[in-house]
């Protein structure tokens, strides 16, 4: 009960984080950790294979949602609203 409970409250403040962000003006850096952290908290681990060298911002977005691989859908979500409470 207590965990579900935990996931919940973790959901809402995700969700918060995810309005929360709009209002940001993040540099370029920004915005793929937060692309990588969201991807991987309402997706998972990454099932698409990476986009060719000549599309970088495919293949921006791919490596930050890889460097996240592994992480559990709570910890992503965890990851998120931190470094959104962080800006």
């Known amino acids: ?28 850096k920004g915005l793929l950790s937060v692309y990588g952290l969201y991807k991987q908290a309402t997706v998972g681990d990454i099932n698409i294979s990476c986009p060719s060298i000549f599309d970088p911002k495919g293949r921006a977005k791919w490596n930050a949602w890889e460097s996240c691989k592994g992480m559990t859908r709570v910890e992503a979500m965890s990851a998120y609203v931190e470094f959104v409470n962080k800006l």
């Open 1 to 28: 009960m207590k965990n579900l409970y935990l996931k919940y409250k973790m959901e809402e403040a995700f969700n918060r984080a995810k309005e929360d962000v709009k209002n940001k003006n993040l540099d370029t």
